[in-house]
Nanobody
Framework: QVQLEESGGGLVQPGGSLRLSCQAS??????????MGWYRQASGKERELVAT???????TYADSVKGRFIISRDDARLTVDLEMNTLTPEDTAMYYC???????????WGQGTQVTVSS
């Protein structure tokens, strides 16, 4: 079973950057992390799929983050990172890492890391 742990959240000023990281652990087949991704949920809003990356390095991004966020993965370290640039208050949310065998990834979830963009 895949276990996921996020890190890297925090408070950042508008225009700033943050890098989130998610570490996978536990006993699982590689197919269970074929697709890795990040979701976010702002207070009072529905969960949004932010970005995904496959084992073949194909990526998808929500329109709201295209050109600002970059997702990457390291299969040797079992990590998936989300580099977030030019952050705005609208990016404030709890960010969750997820993995799965198919798109959208939903087989395993992390506990989340809070990102707050505020001056």
């Amino acid at each position: 079973q895949v276990q996921l742990e996020e890190s890297g959240g925090g408070l950042v000023q508008p225009g700033g950057s943050l890098r989130l990281s998610c570490q996978a652990s536990g006993g699982f087949f590689s197919s269970e992390i074929k697709v890795m991704g990040w979701y976010r949920q702002a207070s009072g809003k529905e969960r949004e799929l932010v970005a995904t990356i496959t084992s073949g390095r194909a990526t998808t991004y929500a329109d709201s983050v295209k050109g600002r966020f970059i997702i990457s993965r390291d299969d040797a370290r079992l990590t998936v990172d989300l580099e977030m640039n030019t952050l705005t208050p609208e990016d404030t949310a709890m960010y969750y890492c997820a993995t799965g065998a198919a798109y959208p990834p939903s087989g395993a979830w992390g506990q989340g890391t809070q990102v707050t963009v505020s001056s």
